[in-house]
């Protein structure tokens, strides 16, 4: 099973990026989806999940500037993030499990990580 995680960059504040995560090795129709980043220097921390039934939830900071979004026939999970601001620069990983929630101990399959590095 594996989660490939892509579309990270370097990109000035303000500007908009999509990360997606592919998925192989299994299906995760009926699996919570999620986003975590981590910063330099900072624990990992929760970034937005999308859930079987496609309701959605997000941490403070990115609500109203991130959109996750999954396609369970592309067996993937994006995010578009607008607006990014220098706080959002960090590496992000996609992560799957059956429990989802804020608690990364709830997710199962993480991918490799992406890096975001947003520049003023």
């Known amino acids: 099973v594996q989660l490939q995680a892509s579309g990270g960059g370097l990109v000035q504040a303000g500007a908009s990026l999509s990360l997606s995560c592919a998925a192989s090795g299994r299906t995760f129709g009926n699996s919570v989806l999620a986003w975590f980043r981590q910063a330099p220097g900072k624990e990992q921390e929760f970034v937005a999940e999308?859930?079987?039934?496609?309701?959605?939830y997000y941490t403070d900071s990115v609500k109203g500037r991130f959109t996750i979004s999954r396609d369970n026939a592309k067996n993937t999970v994006y995010l578009q993030m607008n607006n990014l601001n220098l706080e959002d620069t960090a590496v992000y990983y996609c992560?799957?499990?059956?429990?989802?929630?804020?608690?990364?101990?709830?997710?199962?399959?993480w991918g490799q990580g992406t890096k975001v590095t947003v520049s003023s």
């Open positions: 999308v859930r079987t039934d496609g309701s959605t």
């Open positions: 992560a799957a499990g059956s429990l989802g929630s804020t608690n990364r101990y709830n997710y199962v399959y």
